[in-house]
């Protein structure tokens, strides 16, 4: 199975500040990873897809790039209902597989 | 707007099977372009996709669940099901029913999850 990385385990931000999580392959996987955003008691909900594209009701302030075998997600100015836990996710190659999370939590 | 809800028993006995259905509403289960999925989260871990079944009937099972594993379509009940054997501690989870987009290949839509916990 093909390992996802994300770094770092958790990190913490103020309102207004930019963030950015990183996702690394253990394998190229060309374009095909996703971005979820959890918030307790919750489902994950989609935010990006193929590394860069945003998810249809998304705001702008997300954003992912990267390509092989590192991503990046971004957010560009935190808002309070940012705070949640992140994941990455592979679809390059079955079974797909997800990053152990990234918990953004409030300075 | 396409929603998808889980049912089953939240507590199973261990060497015993955990069944699951996922409820499709707002649109059919047999249009094209989705894969309905299973994917569990063990309690403060993170996400495994267990398998996934279209419509037609063709599956992919994680290996790493393969030999305990069956997935399941009615289409005429707009639903789909999970049925895992031999079940012990290390299956309590919170499992959740997705469809898996066929070109985007992401999880873009979830039910809200069902907690399931094995014990005696």
């Known amino acids: 199975d093909i390992q996802m990385t994300q770094s770092p385990s958790s990190v913490s931000a103020s309102v207004g500040d930019r963030v950015t999580i990183t996702c690394r392959a253990s394998?190229?996987?060309?374009?095909?990873l996703a971005w979820y955003q959890q918030k307790p008691g919750e489902a994950p909900k989609l935010l990006i897809y193929?590394?860069?594209s945003l998810q249809s009701g998304v705001p702008s302030r997300f954003s992912g790039s990267g390509s092989g075998t590192d991503f990046t997600l971004t957010i560009s100015s935190l808002q309070p209902e940012d705070f949640a836990t992140y994941y990455c996710q592979q679809a390059n190659t079955f079974p797909y597989t997800f990053g152990q999370g990234t918990k953004l939590e409030i300075k | 707007q396409v929603q998808l809800q889980e049912s089953g028993p939240g507590l199973v006995k261990p060497s015993q099977t955990l069944s699951l259905t996922c409820t499709v509403s707002?649109?059919?289960?047999?249009?094209?372009?989705?894969?309905w999925s299973w994917i569990r989260q063990h309690p403060g871990k993170g996400l495994e996709w267990i398998g996934y079944i279209y419509y037609s009937g063709t599956t992919y099972d994680n290996p790493s669940l393969k030999s305990r594993l069956t997935i399941s379509v009615d289409t005429s009940k707009n639903q789909f099901s999970l049925k895992l054997s031999s079940v012990t501690a290390a299956d309590t989870a919170v499992y959740y029913c997705?469809?898996?987009?066929?070109?985007?290949?992401?999880?873009?839509?979830w039910g809200q999850g069902t907690v399931v916990t094995v014990s005696s």
């Open positions: 707002g649109g059919s289960i047999s249009n094209g372009g989705h894969y």
């Open positions: 394998q190229g996987i060309s374009s095909w």
């Open positions: 997705a469809s898996l987009t066929y070109y985007e290949r992401a999880f873009d839509m």
């Open positions: 193929t590394a860069s």
